[in-house]
C-alpha cells in the first residue's frame, strides 16, 4: 500500500460489538468486546500483539477519560506484555485515523501484527453534552461558541446542495431508506428496520430540511481490525484483504472559509490519492461504506469520491444504483445511519463490514463477487476525509 | 531507526514558544507559533510537509475542541495543501507519542516530511478541571472516581520509595533544586529561577510528602518538531539529528494492579528496547531530559531508565551526578518542573532542548561535546512510557 519503502499491510481479523444504546456495557468492556473479537477471527492470541492504537472522539469530554490506549490494553489483559499503545483522534473520522496510522507502523517495519481498535459510549450522558462532543470536530470558536452545531451546519450544506443542483427533500429521504433496507439485515445495527420515505420527511424536523431520520444517531459501540504485514499474515493461513491504499485528507475546518460547501474537498483529495495508490477507479469498487452521518453527507461522500458527478448522487440513488444490483453497493451496513454512530468505532466498522464482504462473509448482505471494497470517514463537516481500499487476496487460506 | 524495512528517520527542524501562563495567547496561535519556529529551523516552506501529528491531552476537556491536527493545519494556513492532520494522545507522553508516530510515518515511506506538533492550554480553567484533566491520564473508574488524583498517587510512590531505599525528603527536594538551577539559563522556561533545598521543603504540603515546589506546574505552550527521511534531510543542507530508536512501552493503569509502585515498568521496557534497537548503553548518553513532573519522578526515571541502581539515583542527584560535571546532564531545559509542563508540547519540547545540546546550540544550558542524547516521558503515573534516543549526525549540514 505504500510508499517506495513500505511493507504491504493485511488485514488479518475484524471484530465489532453491537452498536446500540448499551447502557449496562462500559466503555472498557465494549472495547475488549471488540479487540477479543478481532483477535480470536484473526486466529491469533492477544500476547502476539506488538501496538495497538485506539480511537475514540468523545471520552475525555465525556467520560473523563484520556489515556484510553493503555486502558484498553490493560482492560484486555495484556498490559503486562508492555506493548505501545497509543490514542488517535478525528472526530468523526478517529476510527478510520486508528486503522491508517496502524497500517504506517506496520508499513514502517517497526511492529508485525497491529490492532486498530475503536469504542465509544455516547448514549448515558446529558443530550447537551452529546451534541457538543459532536460539534467539537466543527471549529469551536467559529462555529460551536457560535451555536452551530453539526446538524445545522450539514443543513446549510443541504440547502446549498438543493439550490445548486435540485436535489429534493425526497431525494434525500431516499438515502436513509436504502440504508434502513440494508441495515435490516444486519444483527449488529442499532436500527436494524425498514423505514419509507414518508416516514423520514414526517420525523421531527432537527435543522430544516434535516429531520430527525436524516440524522445517524450518536450510539454506543466499538470495533477493532487486526493487521499484519504479508509474511506474518501468510503464516497466519486465514483470510487476507490487502490494504491497497490509505489516503487521508485535510480542509478547513469552519464551513464559511470553503470554497465550496456543496462537495467535501478533503475528500476529493483523499479519493484522488487512494485510487492512484491503488491503481483502481471508482468504476472498480463492488462495495462501499460511505460516510452518511445526514443523508445528504451520502451524495456529498459519492460525488466527491467520485462514484457519481456533482449533483447526480441523489438521481442516482432514487434509480436503485447504489444498492444491491446497482453500480456499487453503498453501505450494506446500514451505514452510520441504520448502524448507529459510535464516532471512534465507526470508522473500524466501515472496514469490518467491507473485510467481510470481501470474505464472502457478508451473509443476507453479501454483495456478489465482491473483490474490491472502499471505506470512506468524515469528521466534522469534512475538515478530514479517509478513504481505504481494500483487495481481497486470492488464495489468502479462506 | 526503525524495523528491517523500515527508513532512517532525522530531525531537521524544532521550535518552542515560551512555556508559561500566557493567558493573552489562543491554543490555535500557541501551535501555530510553535509549528512556524520549527519549519523556519528546518529551512522549508509550510507546503514542502506532507503530513502532520499534534499532540493534546486535554483540549476536547477544558476547551471543546477536538479534530486538533486540522485546527492547527488550519491555523498555520496549510488547510489548502489538504494534507493528513491526526491528534495523538497518550496522556502526558502525547507529545513524545506524537514524535513517535510520525517517526513511523516516515519510516514506512508514505511521507517525506512530517511535523510532530504538541499544545496545551492548562492554565486559563477552573483549578479543579485543570486537577481532573491531569488525573484522567491515571484510571479515572479505579483511581479517579475514588477521589485519587496524581499528585496523591504519586505521593504513595515517594512513600514507598522512602520506606524502601531510604530516600529522604531533602533528596527529594534536590531534584527541584538541580532542575531550577537549570532552568534559570533557559529563557523559554515558565519559571527560570534557582531555588532552595530550603524553599522547596518549605513550601506548602500538597500530598505528603510532595509539596508545591515538588510538582511541576501545569502551564500553556507549544512545541514542533519537522522529521524527513535521510534524502530529503541531506537536501536540506541543514544540522541533522538521527532518530537512533523510538520506543514506547505500557503498564497497567492503576497503581494498586503494579507489581512495584517504586519503579517504573513502562520505563524499563521502553528504556530496554531503545538501547537495544539504537545499540548503546545508558553510559553512552551525554544529556537527557527525563520526565520529572513530580521530585521522585525523576528518580524512578533514572532508576527506570537503568541510569542509576534502584534507589541509587538519590544519592547520584545529591552528589551533582545528574548536572553539569556529573555522570550525564539530567533536564537541562530545567525539566517540567523549572520549563514547566504543557502536556502535550512536554514531549516535543524535550526532544528540541536535546537536539539544541547535540546542535552545540544550547547558549549557557551547553552540555560540552554533547554526541548522544534520550528524551524520557511518562503518562499519569507511568501507563505509558516513551524512550528516545536522539544522535548528532556528524557533517550534517551544520
Redesign the interface.
Known amino acids: 500500500m505504500?510508499?517506495?519503502?513500505?511493507?504491504d499491510v493485511y488485514i488479518v481479523g475484524v471484530g465489532t460489538t453491537p452498536f446500540g444504546e448499551l447502557w449496562e456495557v462500559?466503555l472498557?468492556e465494549l472495547i475488549t468486546d471488540a479487540g477479543l473479537a478481532a483477535v480470536n477471527d484473526a486466529g491469533i492470541r492477544g500476547p502476539m500483539i506488538d501496538?495497538m492504537y485506539v480511537a475514540s472522539?468523545?471520552a475525555?469530554?465525556l467520560?473523563?477519560?484520556?489515556?484510553?490506549?493503555?486502558?484498553a490494553?490493560?482492560e484486555a489483559g495484556l498490559?503486562?506484555?508492555?506493548?505501545?499503545?497509543?490514542?488517535?483522534?478525528?472526530?468523526d473520522a478517529s476510527g478510520a485515523?486508528a486503522l491508517?496510522?496502524a497500517a504506517?507502523?506496520v508499513?514502517?517495519?517497526?511492529?508485525d501484527i497491529v490492532v486498530a481498535g475503536g469504542v465509544e459510549k455516547m448514549t448515558d450522558v446529558l443530550e447537551g453534552d452529546q451534541t457538543?462532543a459532536l460539534?467539537?470536530?466543527?471549529?469551536?470558536?467559529w462555529e460551536?461558541f457560535a451555536g452551530a452545531t453539526l446538524p445545522g451546519l450539514y443543513a446549510m450544506m443541504a440547502r446549498a446542495h438543493m439550490m445548486e443542483h435540485g436535489t429534493t427533500r425526497g431525494q434525500l429521504a431516499q438515502v436513509a431508506v436504502k440504508n434502513h433496507k440494508h441495515g435490516a439485515k444486519n444483527p449488529s445495527a442499532a436500527y436494524p428496520f425498514e423505514t419509507s420515505k414518508e416516514a423520514v420527511m414526517g420525523s421531527p424536523a432537527v435543522a430544516d430540511p434535516l429531520c430527525m431520520f436524516d440524522c445517524a444517531s450518536p450510539v454506543d459501540g466499538a470495533a477493532a481490525v487486526v493487521l499484519a504485514d504479508e509474511a506474518t499474515a501468510r503464516d497466519l493461513n486465514g483470510p487476507m484483504v490487502r490494504i491497497a491504499a490509505a489516503?487521508?485528507?485535510?480542509?478547513?475546518?469552519?464551513l464559511h472559509r470553503r470554497e465550496s460547501i456543496t462537495t467535501f474537498?478533503?475528500t476529493r483529495?483523499a479519493a484522488h490519492a487512494a485510487f492512484d495508490v491503488a491503481g483502481v477507479g471508482t468504476e472498480d469498487v463492488d462495495v462501499m461504506e460511505v460516510h452518511d452521518v445526514y443523508t445528504i453527507a451520502e451524495l456529498m461522500g459519492l460525488e466527491s469520491l467520485g462514484v457519481f458527478k456533482p449533483g447526480e448522487a441523489a438521481t442516482a440513488t432514487e434509480k436503485g444504483r447504489t444498492s444491491y444490483g446497482g453500480d456499487v453497493v453503498v453501505n450494506p451496513s446500514g451505514g452510520l445511519k441504520a448502524r448507529g454512530h459510535a464516532l471512534g468505532a465507526t470508522g473500524l466498522a466501515q472496514a469490518a463490514e467491507v473485510v467481510w464482504q470481501l470474505r464472502g462473509e457478508a451473509e443476507d448482505r453479501q454483495v456478489e463477487g465482491a473483490r474490491l471494497g472502499l471505506t470512506h470517514a468524515v469528521?466534522?463537516t469534512g475538515?478530514?476525509s479517509?478513504v481505504h481500499v481494500l483487495e481481497a487476496v486470492e488464495g489468502g487460506g479462506s
Not at 63 to 71: E, P, R
Not at 107 to 111: F, R
Not at 247 to 254: E, F, H, K, N, R
Request: glycine share 14%; aromatic share 0%; hydrophobic share 40%.
Open positions: 505504500m510508499g517506495p519503502n513500505g511493507r462500559s472498557r501496538a472522539a468523545s475525555g469530554r467520560l473523563g477519560q484520556q489515556h484510553l490506549g493503555v486502558l490494553l490493560d498490559a503486562s506484555e508492555h506493548i505501545p499503545a497509543t490514542q488517535v483522534e478525528a472526530g485515523a491508517r496510522t504506517l507502523a508499513a514502517s517495519g517497526q511492529h457538543m460539534a467539537s470536530s466543527a471549529d469551536m470558536e460551536g489516503s487521508q485528507a485535510s480542509d478547513v475546518l469552519a474537498a478533503s483529495h469528521a466534522g475538515g478530514t479517509i
